[in-house]
């Protein structure tokens, strides 16, 4: 009898050991981030994703007491990857769009977006002759659309310079995050266009983290620790890096 209680102490601190290395491993979340999106997300020179987006959600995670596991994907895949389950949590900055709104859920706000278009001198949206290039999935894409505007579809910035070098397209028409990275490109800047903001209450607004509708509970611990962040200076620091002014 005494043998059997020797053997079940240990046993019993073994297990309890267990548990407890269990309870103490980290939460996962998997984060869809873009990867051809400066200075949203991208790569660096050692081919680590990095930029505005995915920092803001990297502070988030570690004031979370999570881990954040990527899985890149492309802004026209985004909406239905994550509305699938396919990750917990978009870092991209999303206009909430009533479409989106029905398929998908937003955290707070994590800055406020602006569209700009840039177009050779002439070009009015919806006249014969200006087709606009814009990127296929975005928010700019659906306002073009319900326009009836003339238009062709981007994967990136690099195959939208293509399309206006071409002469395919004419103008272009972007969130404010790409036109921070396109007007550092001279093969950009070489096309000579003029911007212009486009002042519309559907294209001027708070950009949001998305969220998986599978995955509603993360919202109030995610949307807190944006708020921590705010508020602790973090936040601010992650914008002075990547952008030249202040977004928040």
Same mark, same amino acid.
């Given at each position: 009898m005494a043998f059997g209680r020797r053997f079940l102490i240990p046993l019993a601190f073994l297990l309890l050991s267990l548990v407890q290395g269990a309870a103490a491993e980290p939460l996962t979340l998997r984060v869809g981030v873009l990867e051809d999106a400066p200075p949203l997300g991208f790569r660096d020179a050692k081919g680590r994703l990095? @930029?505005?987006?995915? /920092?803001?959600?990297?502070?988030?995670?570690? $004031?979370?007491?999570? =881990?954040?596991?990527?899985v890149v994907t492309h802004l026209e895949n985004l909406v239905d990857e994550l509305a699938g389950?396919?990750?917990?949590v978009a870092a991209v900055g999303l206009l909430g769009?009533?479409?989106r709104r029905q398929r998908i859920l937003f955290t707070r706000p994590i800055?406020?977006?602006?569209?700009?278009?840039?177009?050779?001198?002439?070009?009015?949206?919806?006249?014969? @002759?200006?087709?606009? /290039?814009?990127?296929?999935?975005?928010?700019? $894409?659906?306002?073009? =659309?319900?326009?009836g505007w003339d238009y062709v579809g981007a994967a990136s910035v690099d195959e939208m310079i293509a399309q206006l070098k071409a002469g395919v397209t004419h103008g272009c028409m972007v969130p404010l995050m790409t036109s921070l990275h396109l007007q550092r490109m001279p093969k950009f800047l070489q096309l000579d266009l003029q911007m212009s903001v486009v002042r519309t209450e559907e294209l001027e607004n708070?950009?949001?983290?998305?969220?998986?509708?599978?995955?509603?509970?993360?919202?109030?611990?995610?949307?807190k620790a944006i708020e921590r962040i705010k508020q602790?200076?973090?936040?601010?620091?992650?914008?002075?890096?990547f952008l030249p002014f202040r977004v928040d």
């Open positions: 990095t @930029g505005f987006s995915i /920092s803001v959600m990297q502070a988030v995670c570690l $004031e979370m007491q999570v =881990k954040c596991e990527y389950g396919q990750f917990d769009t009533p479409e800055y406020r977006s602006l569209t700009l278009l840039f177009a050779r001198q002439g070009v009015v949206p919806g006249r014969p @002759g200006s087709r606009l /290039s814009t990127f296929r999935g975005s928010a700019q $894409e659906r306002y073009i =659309k319900a326009q708070n950009a949001a983290f998305g969220l998986a509708p599978q995955h509603a509970e993360l919202k109030p611990a995610i949307d602790n200076g973090v936040y601010d620091r992650i914008n002075s890096q």
